[in-house]
């Protein structure tokens, strides 16, 4: 048995893992969409994370009917994991993450990786706000880191002239389809098995982006076949496996201490950015960055000992 220090330091670790996964994906997505639409690129890369975590859930559950000696796998996992509330939470969470997926996605064709990484993690922010409807209670350190942030976020999506970026405002919206997204996480990893949780997710996201894209967009088998790479690394590694540790990462992290460290997926999005796509950030860009970083960071100082589902 493991100590609840270190459930907890393994939980940061994986959700630090899982920041740096996600931080180098933006920079897939772009590549992707030099041949596939947004709603076919999702489609495709949930897909795969789909597909990747079907054989590896089958396991298993073979392993655990093996290692009880019973014939009905996952006869024990079942009694402990609510399955009624898994089949009507789960599709929601998975629409959800494809209202979230989406915004991104589509945002990216208007906005560079790293001010998607960095507006994505505004949700560091929005989570506990957020959690007020869920009777959580919002310290006023908070609302200071909130209004800093806010701050960068004018600096890093504002230009000169006073407007907005499209792309920008897209990815706000998708920061808070994913602070939705990790507050239902937070509950539902607690009671339901997580991977379950996460193929009825990708699921759901896989199938609502290809009605999507069959509406909206050209299906070509050869763009596919030529978007290959960034589709493995999107669809296995940031979804069929991040998504997958975040589920199981936050058995242990409270959503908001979860936010911080996912948060960081912007550092190495503006990395990841810089070193494969040659983006450079501007002056008004490196401070909004900075101050949104000063804010997200602020919101969890202090942090209560005691555990919060917020």
Known sequence: MYSVKTKALRADLLLLMVSAIWGFAFVAQIKGM?????FLFNACRFALGFLSLLPVYFLLEAFSAKKNGKKESGVESVKKYDNHLLLKWGPITGIVLFLASSFQQVGLLYTTAGNSGFITGFYIILVPILGICFGHSTRPVTWLGGAIALAGLY???????????????????SALMYAIQILLIGWLSRHVHPLRLSLTQFFMTALCSLLVALYLEPISLDAITQSVGPLLF???????VAFTIQIIAQQDAASSHAAIIMSLEAVFAVFGGWLLLDEQLGSRGVVGCALMMAGMLLSQLRRPRGRSTA
Do not use: Y
């Open 34 to 38: 030099e041949h596939l639409g947004p």
């Open 155 to 173: 600096f890093l999506t504002v230009n000169d002239g006073l407007s907005l970026n499209k792309g920008d405002l897209l990815t706000l919206g």
């Open 234 to 240: 999107a669809g296995v590694l940031s979804t069929g």
